[in-house]
């Protein structure tokens, strides 16, 4: 599936932007590299990742550590960014959600102007914490 590929690609770190994320989009990002910082940003919107579900799989999978943060209602498109800061950086507009990936026929486009998605990227940061149902 290419978001594995994707995922595995991060060297330093891995920031998902997606609203609907699930139990699927744990069992893709568990492959990253340790060392890799990982935070999904997401209103958990829908059905959604419930608390349990994400206990559980840290649980299963401790040496993945993923920090889940809001993305404050403004986002309908879904992104990855990869190494962001360094010359690797990539930035990904993905169509599907990771957790429906390969259900349908949809698009990963890499972004080249990458500069122009820092502001948005850094508004991310400073976002509160994911808190789960």
Do not use: W
């Not at 594995?4 to 891995?14: D, E, F, M, P």
């Not at 608390?51 to 498109?77: M, N, V, W």
């Not at 500069?115 to 149902?133: D, G, K, N, R, S």
């Amino acid at each position: 599936m290419a978001y594995t590929a994707i995922y595995k690609s991060a060297k330093k770190t891995l920031y998902v932007i997606d609203n609907y994320i699930g139990v699927k989009t744990l069992a893709l990002l568990k492959n990253s590299d340790p060392n890799v910082k990982i935070i999904l940003f997401s209103d958990n919107v829908g059905k959604g990742l419930h608390s349990a579900e994400f206990h559980d799989f840290c649980k299963q999978y401790p040496d993945c550590k993923i920090e889940l943060r809001q993305t404050g209602k403004k986002y309908h498109d879904r992104y990855v960014i990869i190494d962001y800061g360094t010359e690797q950086e990539k930035i990904l507009h993905c169509g599907p959600s990771s957790k429906d990936g390969g259900k349908k026929i949809g698009s990963i486009v890499e972004i080249r102007e990458r500069a122009a998605y820092h502001t948005m990227i850094e508004e991310l940061f400073q976002m509160p914490l994911l808190q789960l149902a």
